[in-house]
């Protein structure tokens, strides 16, 4: 058997568990970097005497990356592989790094950051439709959501090497240090077997009946899963001859668009990026800045097992409801103790308390749902290009919204930045009831037999 396809020697009923922890590690790589700059960036923009802007560049820079990775990453993972890809992006985040570590000026810092950025762009874009494509239906949802979880995990772990690094001010080590679990990400990566719909779609049915075996130790099942998948393949991947031909793919595509356009301005990742600067305008000093932000990310990650938890049992439009109402209410009473005025001890811990409400609405909800949604509604033959779409589409919302934050703060204010962001929430209510389809205990081939059948993209699910 090739190499590169061996699957992991572990007793068979753990397989598809560890084999789906080491692909969401993918994740963790993502959190870190959203987490270091969030605490680098006050030390940045002293050492280097910059101005608000050029901070919005240094942090929106790693976008600009992964968007660009994503946009390549759909052919990569088609000809390389899921596995070969997810390996690309390993030797691509340490390397940018170490570069980031190194950076002798504000431009040197911004191309080390499109480096990180290509690796996050390719690893955002992978291991969620590898996850999708090695987890049973039945757990797809938390495995998923596993991945989104390990986002969280890795901006806790850098917020809390921040708060510990902030007391010297160092931020080349704040920034560099996550070149370590960068490389044990990518040692894991190479016990990873290979995704059984891609070594189907490449011809090597007999490994992808092997790996099959391993992941759900069911002959029956095993057979049936193949002979879906063996249907669905018998034309070639073709995403963009189907994008211009297929009426129902263009909605698939257009669906996964707006879920990731509505997951950025949520404005979760301008608490994310800015933290710090959020806190202070508080009235917060900056010991208490890089605390409260340790705090916010593990709000993150404590309310990422809410989804974890319950998107297999309640599904994904209940918690979709509940997570943007959630938020709508947390940034809007942020937005209104802004505009009263913060004065007292007491008002602070309040607002700081609202925050984090809206944090953990967030966590519970888009955060992990939108990326399992993403890749689940798109059909096979065009699973590939529909991803590279909206991953890409995630990292061009994201970069605006990075690019922005600090502009609207200095320029309509504090308050009213918050009050835009909470009005969003509130209108992704009304897309969620109209567009977002329940996809609970589904399989991806009943997905797209509906999707296909042309029925609306809310009932696909059923």
Avoid at 226 to 254: C, T, Y
Avoid at 313 to 327: D, E, H, N, S, V
Avoid at 339 to 351: N, P, V
Avoid at 438 to 448: D, K, M
Wanted: aromatic letters at 10%.
């Amino acid at each position: 058997m090739n190499a590169i396809a061996a699957p992991l020697v572990v007793p068979r009923r753990n397989t598809v568990v560890v084999t789906c922890i080491l692909a969401a590690l993918a994740g963790l790589m993502f959190g870190l970097d959203i987490g270091v700059i969030s605490g680098a960036t006050p030390f940045i923009q002293k050492e280097f005497g910059i101005s608000d802007r050029m901070v919005e560049w240094i942090v929106s820079s790693m976008m600009l990356g992964a968007a660009i990775g994503a946009l390549g990453a759909g052919w990569l993972s088609a000809t390389l592989g899921r596995k070969r890809s997810l390996i690309l992006g390993g030797v691509l985040f340490v390397l940018g790094s170490l570069l980031c570590s190194l950076a002798w000026s504000p431009d040197s810092l911004i191309a080390a950051r499109v480096v990180l950025g290509l690796a996050i762009g390719v690893a955002t874009f992978t291991a969620p439709l590898y996850l999708a494509e090695v987890a049973p239906e039945k757990t797809r949802g938390a495995m998923i959501s596993l991945y989104q979880l390990m986002i969280t995990s890795g901006i806790l772990v850098a917020f809390l090497s921040d708060t510990a690094l902030s007391y010297s001010g160092n931020w080349r080590w704040m920034l560099g240090i996550i070149a370590i679990p960068g490389v044990l990400f990518l040692l894991g990566l190479f016990l990873l077997p290979c995704s059984p719909r891609w070594l189907m779609m490449r011809g090597r049915r007999d490994e992808a009946v092997e790996v099959l075996r391993r992941l759900r130790g069911d002959d029956d099942h095993v057979a049936r899963e193949v002979a879906d998948i063996e249907e669905q393949l018998k034309n070639p991947q073709r995403g963009w001859h189907m994008f211009f031909q297929n009426a129902n793919f263009r909605r698939s595509v257009g669906l996964g668009v707006l879920l990731q356009v509505v997951q950025q301005f949520t404005g979760m990742n301008v608490v994310m990026y800015y933290a710090p600067r959020i806190f202070q305008g508080m009235g917060y000093d900056t010991e208490a800045q890089m605390w409260f932000t340790a705090v916010v990310g593990l709000v993150n990650v404590l309310a990422t097992f809410i989804a974890f938890g319950l998107v297999d049992r309640l599904g994904r439009k209940p918690i979709l409801y509940a997570g943007f109402a959630t938020m709508a209410l947390g940034l809007g009473v942020v937005g209104t103790m802004m505009h009263l005025g913060i004065a007292t001890h007491g008002e602070q811990l309040f607002t700081v308390a609202m925050l984090l409400v809206f944090i953990a609405g967030f966590a519970m909800s888009a955060g992990p749902l939108i990326w399992t949604l993403c890749s689940e509604v798109q059909p096979l033959k065009g699973r590939d290009f529909g991803i590279a779409v909206s991953t890409f589409t995630n990292w061009v919302a994201n970069m605006i919204v990075g690019a922005t934050f600090l502009s609207l703060l200095n320029g309509i204010g504090d308050a009213r930045t918050f009050w835009l962001y909470a009005g969003l929430n509130g209108v992704f209510l009304l897309f969620t009831f109209w567009l977002v389809p329940e996809t609970r205990g589904v399989t991806l081939e009943q997905i797209e037999r509906n999707l296909m059948a042309g029925k609306r993209l809310r009932r696909i699910g059923r």
